[in-house]
Nanobody
Framework: QVQLVESGGGLVQAGGSLRLSCAAS????????MGWYRQAPGKQRELVAV???????NYGDSMKGRFTISRDTVKNTLSLQMNSLKPEDTAVYYC??????????WGQGTQVTVSP
């Protein structure tokens, strides 16, 4: 089992920045890739960014150039630096970890609200 705890959400004005963090614990050696997803009210959960254990990254189209995902395998943390935030970035952001063999793990989510 893997436990994920997010932090760093909050309220920010459009154009501002926030940094989200996700602390992983438990059977962390079973983790393959990790990522961030978000879900806005009335919408489906969508990919924000993922990073493999080799460091390869991939972003959702609307996040490219504004968001940066990073992973510290020593501290077992995942981060998401979000710049140039827009009101449409408002959502609950979830940390996700994929097991090498099996298992999908999710954090409890952290709210990000971007005011106009």
């Amino acid at each position: 089992q893997v436990q994920l705890v997010e932090s760093g959400g909050g309220l920010v004005q459009a154009g501002g920045s926030l940094r989200l963090s996700c602390a992983a614990s438990g059977n962390i050696f079973s983790i393959s890739f990790m990522g961030w997803y978000r879900q806005a009210p009335g919408k489906q959960r969508e990919l924000v960014a993922v990073i493999t254990d080799g460091g390869t990254t991939n972003y959702g189209d609307s996040m490219k150039g504004r968001f940066t995902i990073s992973r510290d395998t020593v501290k077992n943390t995942l981060s998401l630096q979000m710049n140039s935030l827009k009101p449409e970035d408002t959502a609950v952001y979830y940390c996700h970890a994929k097991g090498r063999v099996s298992g999908d793990y999710w954090g409890q989510g952290t709210q990000v609200t971007v005011s106009p």
